[in-house]
């Protein structure tokens, strides 16, 4: 009796414990797969890789205007880069809680082909001087580094001036 109850209550636990409708990523490798949760211990890493790739990191949510508005001139930077050595990654700050029902429904309508990672880490205050020491927090934001150029930009953004930084470090 003892152990079906210590099996029942370990069900029990684990069922409420686990995220069940994405998974977790703690590598580079998720630039390349589905929508996946992470905590910031998983995306800090992401933030400095280094090799031969420009890295355009995109701090955004679906019930931020600017954010909103800003998204297809990332999806253009993506489509006129294709085959270059250009990641972009749009790291969503909505709530988990709404992956289901607002950002997936969200990037659907958008059409989002760039990555898209929900960022689920309430230590915010830690986190948010990490990706850099200036930002507030406020969004839209974005980390463009790579080949030696690492900028951050608290502000939104139209195609033309995404492509003004992004062409000349593709050229190098």
């Known amino acids: 009796m003892k152990s079906i109850l210590l099996i ?59 954010c909103v508005r800003e998204i297809p001139y990332f999806e253009q930077l993506r489509d006129k880069y294709e085959g270059e050595n250009l990641k972009i990654v749009m790291v969503s700050l909505d709530m988990s809680d709404d992956l289901d029902t607002r950002v997936i429904p969200f990037m659907r309508k958008y059409d989002m082909k760039n990555k898209v990672l929900l960022l689920d880490d309430p230590q915010s205050n830690r986190w948010i001087p990490l990706v850099d020491e200036k930002w507030t927090g406020a969004i839209p934001a974005t980390l463009i580094y790579g080949n030696g150029f690492r900028e951050f930009y608290a502000k939104e953004f139209t195609f033309s001036e995404l492509d003004k930084i992004i062409k000349p470090l593709l050229s190098n």
């Open 8 to 66: 029942l209550i370990s069900f029990l636990i684990s069922t409420f414990t686990l995220k069940d409708t994405v998974p977790r990523a703690n590598s580079e490798a998720m630039v390349d797969s589905d929508i996946m949760v992470v905590d910031f211990k998983q995306l800090q890493p992401f933030l400095e890789i280094d090799n031969d790739t420009i890295y355009v990191v995109n701090f955004w949510a679906t019930w931020c205007g600017p």
